[in-house]
């Protein structure tokens, strides 16, 4: 059980877990947490990426992604598209898993809250202001400096080798948390196709107390931009030899 497919559903299901966890925990009628605010929701995805990397790599995932936009990347970077797929399967169905978890976990809060689309909010992102074009380039952005940010910190020009061992993960979280703060009011800062489009099909498929709708509709967006994004990163860090 310890290889980079499993080290990458384990991180991944942790990712969301903790993460649509926090989305819950403020979002869902008589949750103590309920109504906590932004600050919360951006402080509990950034722990819930640390968490998500350091299980990766316990269970076999040395450098992980926990992202198909992070994995595109990469494959950009060093023109190796072979593990692409598998990284990508593990990364969703790990996002899939997680969300049930998570739904599981605020069971009797569900039939509590009455609107449908605070419920999806839960699961899975969408825009502020409907605007499709700009929308997309708020996933771009956003996905774009999670690259660029992400190889900086591990670069050579950083730190000779990278960061202090168990340093990196921190550092990872650190950028997630600036991220949602900084960039993600727009859309609510997908910048991971897995994150969104695994919890959307788990909030589809569960019979979820007056849940409504999925937005399928908004789906392509917070999982084009940031595959976009990661690609465009991917060049710049290509060529920029980080």
């Known amino acids: 059980m310890h290889s980079i497919w499993f080290g990458e559903f384990m991180g ?75 990284y990508w399967s593990a990364q969703l169905l790990g996002a899939m898993s997680g969300a049930a978890l998570m ?29 499709p074009l700009a929308n997309l380039l708020s996933e771009i952005i956003g996905t774009m400096v999670l690259v660029i940010v992400a190889g900086a910190i591990f670069s050579h020009g950083v730190a000779i080798g990278g960061p202090a061992a168990g340093l990196g993960p921190w550092l990872v979280g650190s950028l997630v948390w600036g991220i949602g703060l900084s960039l993600g ?24 107390p007056g849940k409504g709708g999925s937005n399928w509709r908004y789906a392509p967006i917070p999982v084009i931009g940031p595959l976009i994004g990661g690609a465009l990163a991917g060049l710049l860090v290509r060529c920029a030899h980080f």
């Open 12 to 86: 991944t299901l942790i990712l969301v877990l903790l993460g649509n966890g926090v989305s819950a925990g403020v979002t869902l009628r008589k949750s103590y947490a309920e109504k906590s605010g932004w600050m919360a929701i951006t402080t509990g995805w950034a722990l819930a990426v640390l968490c998500g990397v350091l299980v990766a790599q316990a269970f076999g995932s040395p450098g992980p992604h926990l992202n198909p936009a992070i994995t595109l990347a990469v494959a950009v970077v060093s023109g190796n598209y072979g593990q692409v797929l598998l």
């Open 185 to 208: 009011g727009t859309t609510g800062y997908a910048i991971n196709p897995a994150r969104d489009l695994g919890p959307r099909i788990v909030h589809a498929l569960l019979p979820i």
């Open 103 to 131: 739904t599981l976990h605020y069971a009797p809060h569900w039939k509590l809250t009455p609107d449908p689309a605070a419920k999806l909010g839960v699961f899975a992102t969408n825009a502020a202001v409907h605007s």
